[in-house]
């Protein structure tokens, strides 16, 4: 309707009230159950990667919870997201022993947990082909696609457009050729044929949140130049 709001300003702290138009826009859940299977097809440890999450979240009571106090989802930030990739790379590769034989500099090893940093090193690794890291990646793909499925359903059923496109912002496009591939074959399983690329709002320098926001409100600000233009362009 072409009011823009953003959940610091006015947002009421309740998840299943974020809309289509905000930042973030859904609170999206990943399902425990879920997670766990991909760890298991992958041959990592769940206990070890939440043993790592709650390290680092600090949670209430050492339990994490998903978005409106839900107790069987993680939020999808936690592990779809710069330091979720990390904290992936850290649950595959188990121990200090294991990372200690991963072709890294001291310096490195030191800097791979710091998000923009650490996930140029991880970049490297995957050129590389180290095989925790494309491990890491096949994970990190097919969990970018089980939250993209959930924001696909929800925001077609709420009007939005089936040739429009998603834009996904953060530091994890840029590995995009890393786990891009595996996101695809598990969004296909899910019966979405969706072809993944890096954003060309991104690309030329832009902001896709910024872009977004501003094209509802320069429609409600200025609707009859919206409207002229349109007449103008259809044939």
Known sequence: DG???FPALDWDGDDASLHPTNEPGYAVPLPKDAVRRRLRAAAVSWNRLEEILVAELKPADGVLHGPSGRDDCLRAEALVSGPGRLRLFRAVVGDHAAADELPLTAEERR?????GVGGQILDRLCRRRCPAAVKTDRLFGCLLAEAAVYILKRAHDDGFP???PLCL???PACALPFFGPAAQEALAEAGFLHYLRPSVIDERGGNANLVGAVVPAEKA???EQFNRQECQETP
């Open 169 to 171: 912002g953060g530091r």
């Open 221 to 223: 600000l200025r609707p």
């Open 162 to 164: 089936e040739d429009a």
């Open 3 to 5: 009011t823009v709001r």
């Open 111 to 115: 800097q791979l947990d710091r998000p």
